[in-house]
């Protein structure tokens, strides 16, 4: 997976299955990780999750972008209008 996959997907809804309910995560920002020693460069995925529904940190399966990918995410932030959740790949 590189940034450049996910760019074109700001704003679109990925969906995963968490405890038998289906979750919508809106992708909020992909930033870029310029020091990454990754061969084409680290980056990390901003989701924007429903306020009322706290996923713990784990690697869960998002369905969106026409693809499929099992990702970690960690939650980091919680405003009035969501949970932010992280994704890195360093």
């Not at 997907?9 to 995963?16: L, N, R």
Request: no cysteine; glycine share 10%.
């Amino acid at each position: 997976m590189m940034a450049a996959d996910f760019e074109r997907a700001i704003g679109q809804a990925f969906t995963i299955d968490a405890g038998g309910q289906r979750i919508s995560l809106e992708l909020s920002a992909v930033n870029r990780i310029a020091s990454s020693p990754r061969p084409d460069g680290g980056f990390s995925l901003i989701f924007r999750g429903p306020r009322e529904i706290a996923l713990p940190q784990a690697t869960y399966r998002l369905a969106g972008n026409g693809a499929v990918h099992d990702i970690f995410i960690v939650p980091v932030a919680a405003d009035a209008a969501g949970r932010l959740y992280e994704a890195v790949f360093n």
